[in-house]
């Protein structure tokens, strides 16, 4: 099938730093760690490499090797940094024609460092994703059958509900993956497209920054689903969502925010897994126990994966299962994109695997 991927595109730089070289503070009553670099030191690194990132290009880059036929549309300088991506990009198969150049502004371009638990600190210049306008989005780009929206940078973020109202006029299905500045800051933009996305794709912090508008909506009334109680219960399951005052359970979220358009919506939550909601209720998908090398890209992995397999017509906890696999393979690798599995390997191992991942349900009354 036909797929367009829009968003960020970036060079990344990633530091690999031993943990004896840099020191790691953790909050003992926030959800919060830093790295702690001496300052007038010069801090031996373990390896220093450079890869294409962004987005666009990790989601571009995973469902091309799932098999579809995939184009990007990002927006690029004029630089050194744009034709190392449009080179990646053609040599994954990528259909680059729609891809945007600038000639004023410098190709966007991000610092990794990773060190203790390898949950890489970010360093991040937006350069030209943030530039995205109306006379970029070409119209002949929006027939395919799946537009996925990556995280929109400032205010190239004013133009998502353009980009979606193009999917929607095309026929696409569409999936989007805001994040944090888009749903804090341009907040507005993201709600007034709600209604015409198929697929939700947030990470647990993103999600948290929608409890408040959602509980002074009021929406959704009584969940309409009940996660048995107990400590076995997942994190999240368990806890729910606070934020700013505001409290939610997550079967209410899941039933507030698709009360408002969406059919599917992923929550991402790291290494405790992530969750499913859809009209038949809540899937929860753990993460696979494996060894981490980095953490940078492995959302991108899975919800890429996710919407694929989806648009391919596959039930959510499959869809989930290939997600969780594809974004496990990617955690082994220090950039986001060495890991992605082609569509044959992934087959072979949601086979092998799906049912060691131990998905459980919880059913819609």
């Not at 890489?120 to 530039?131: P, Q, Y």
């Not at 508008?213 to 009940?226: E, M, T, V």
């Amino acid at each position: 099938m036909k797929v367009l991927a829009i968003g960020g595109a970036t060079i990344d730089t990633i530091v690999s730093i031993a943990d004896r070289n840099v020191e790691q503070l953790i909050l003992r009553n926030a959800d919060a760690a830093y790295l702690l670099l001496e300052v007038g030191r010069k801090i031996e690194a373990e390896d220093i490499s450079v890869h294409c990132g962004g987005g666009a290009v990790n989601a571009a880059v995973a469902m091309s090797r799932l098999g579809h036929e995939t184009s990007v549309l990002v927006k690029l300088g004029r630089d050194f940094r744009a034709d190392v991506i449009l080179s990646r990009l053609a040599a994954e198969g990528i259909t680059t024609c729609y891809a945007v150049r600038d000639e004023n502004a410098p190709t966007g371009t991000s610092v990794f460092v990773s060190a203790h638990d390898r949950n890489t600190a970010v360093i991040t210049f937006r350069g030209t994703n943030s530039l995205i306008t109306s006379a970029d989005l070409d119209g002949r780009a929006f027939a395919v059958d799946l537009v996925y929206v990556a995280g929109l940078s400032d205010a190239s973020a004013d133009y998502f509900p353009e980009i979606v109202e193009r999917a929607n006029a095309a026929g696409a299905l569409v999936a989007a993956n805001p994040g944090i500045r888009q749903l804090s800051t341009r907040q507005e933009a993201f709600r007034s497209t709600l209604g015409k996305i198929d697929i939700l794709a947030i990470n647990r912090h993103e999600a948290t920054a929608l409890v408040p508008w959602l509980a002074a909506r009021g929406d959704g009334g009584a969940a309409s689903l009940a996660l048995e109680p107990g400590p076995e219960l997942p994190d999240l399951a368990r806890r729910g969502f606070s934020g700013n005052g505001s409290t939610m359970t997550l079967a209410r979220f899941f039933k507030c925010l698709m009360a408002l358009g969406p059919r599917w919506i992923v929550v991402t939550d790291g290494k405790d897994g992530a969750y499913i909601g859809s009209a038949s209720g809540i899937t929860y998908c753990p993460a696979l126990p494996v060894g981490i090398i980095g953490t940078a890209g492995a959302g991108d992995a899975f919800n890429a994966t996710f919407s694929a397999f989806i648009l391919m017509g596959s039930p959510a906890d499959e869809a989930a299962a290939a997600a969780a696999i594809n974004s496990a393979s990617v955690v082994n690798h220090l950039d986001t994109q060495t890991g992605l599995l082609t569509g044959k390997a992934l087959a072979v191992q949601v086979a092998e695997q799906r049912y060691a991942l131990r998905l459980r349900h919880w059913s819609s009354r």
